[in-house]
């Protein structure tokens, strides 16, 4: 079965319409049928729509409701663009609809979207894995919600690791959150955001810590809408990375002999004389 009919799944971003990625603009310009969650997506994307664009307001719609709208795109060669808030890639609820829309013959195509958590990280001015500091980030939620976890994945299990974390969807139990981050080894001092709205117009960004998590949500009245970044790369300085040292080599640039062994020395006597710069 195949049809003419194209549906893209457009990441709108955090929030903010300029944060649209060009091709997300065009996508979105070009289509018959616009399928948006006025609960997740800021209205302003849709001013790339065209004047004559169907406009779905998907927030109260379970996939049933969406369905006929696929059906439709398939039988008369449509183009929808389905808005997703974030990166689709990311708790989007996607896949289901990935396999809904091949099923019916239609042309699938994804645009990214610039997830929450960059978004938050560009707010505060951090970077997330800082050299010697944390080289990982790792995407989470609480367990224990709606969605089942899989095994093995815990967030203090996850907390173990000590680098940077963003936890998603998980304001609701702010101190189930800081008892697990607590529990899997994080300090009371460890560095944490709490952001309400990243980018919209009524954005709350605060710093805190991990031990004062909890009470920074409840005192302004947090539960949907909220992202956390934790870890000490938040707080980090004094750090230098290897790629823009003079000491460093690539293939458009040669190392400058005298920092390269000041490299090597200080790589030896990190790891007792076995590494290789």
């Not at 710093?207 to 870890?231: I, P, S, Y």
Request: some cysteine; charged content about 20%; aromatic content about 6%.
């Amino acid at each position: 079965m195949t049809s003419d009919g194209t549906v893209w799944f457009v990441g709108a971003g955090p929030g903010a319409a300029d944060l649209l990625t060009l091709r997300a603009a065009r996508v979105i310009a070009e289509a018959d049928i616009v399928i948006w969650a006025a609960s997740l997506v800021h209205a302003d994307v849709l001013d790339h729509a065209r004047p004559d664009a169907e406009i779905v307001d998907s927030s109260q719609l379970p996939i049933e409701g969406v369905l006929p709208l696929y059906e439709r795109a398939a039988e008369q060669g449509l183009t929808v663009a389905r808005i997703h808030s974030g990166d689709p890639a990311l708790w989007g609820a996607v896949q289901e609809q990935l396999d809904v829309c091949r099923a019916l013959g239609l042309t699938v195509e994804i645009v990214p979207g610039v997830s929450s958590f960059t978004a938050v990280a560009a707010i505060v001015g951090r970077e997330l894995t800082v050299p010697e500091v944390a080289q990982s980030v790792i995407l989470t939620r609480l367990e224990g919600g709606k969605t089942p976890m899989p095994p093995g994945e815990r967030v203090r299990d996850f907390a173990r690791h000590g680098t940077t974390m963003a936890l998603f969807l998980s304001a609701a139990r702010s101190g189930q959150v800081q008892a697990e981050l607590l529990a899997g080894g994080y300090s009371d001092d460890t560095p944490a955001v709490v952001a309400y709205q990243a980018t919209w117009p009524d954005e709350l960004v605060v710093r805190c810590t991990v031990g004062t998590l909890e009470a920074t949500v409840k005192q302004h009245k947090l539960w949907k809408h909220t992202l956390f970044l934790v870890g000490p790369a938040l707080a980090a300085e004094g750090t230098r990375s290897h790629l823009y040292h003079p000491g460093h080599f690539h293939t458009f640039r040669r190392a400058e002999p005298t920092a390269r062994a000041e490299l090597r020395r200080q790589a030896n006597a990190r790891t007792g004389g076995t590494a290789t710069p």
